[in-house]
């Protein structure tokens, strides 16, 4: 199974960008797995952005980000997107796709609660 992140790239502040991570090979049989995605800032921890699940309309967001940007996915297609509106230069990182099966609340919003990664895809925003 792999995850393949795409969409980033250099944006000013106030304008939008979409994400999207493409799963392949991806059986989902887990009714806790979950989709979404995370981000790191140069010199920061990586840090909780976004998460769906996969098998209801259950979504998690950071507070930094809810009300801009928004996580869907698209099970034909394996894919889940970041719809990201409103950019700040705050916003700035490398975005990761993650997913995974994390078994407690404290653990969705934890980059420990998932065992698969994509490779990232960095989002720059400019003041």
């Known amino acids: 199974v792999q995850l393949q992140a795409s969409g980033g790239g250099l944006v000013q502040a106030g304008g939008s960008l979409r994400l999207s991570c493409a799963a392949s090979?991806?059986?989902?049989?887990?009714?806790?797995?979950?989709l979404g995605w995370f981000r790191q800032a140069p010199g920061k921890e990586r840090e909780f952005v976004a998460i769906i699940s996969w098998s209801t309309t259950v979504t998690y967001y950071s507070d930094s980000v809810e009300g801009r940007f928004t996580i869907s996915r698209d099970n034909a297609e394996n894919t889940v997107h970041l719809q990201m509106n409103s950019l700040k230069p705050e916003d700035t990182a490398v975005y990761y796709c993650a997913a995974g099966a994390p078994r407690y609340l404290t653990a969705v919003y934890s980059p420990a609660g998932y065992n698969l990664w994509g490779q990232g895809t960095l989002v720059t925003v400019s003041s």
């Open positions: 090979g991806l059986t989902v049989t887990d009714t806790s797995y979950m």
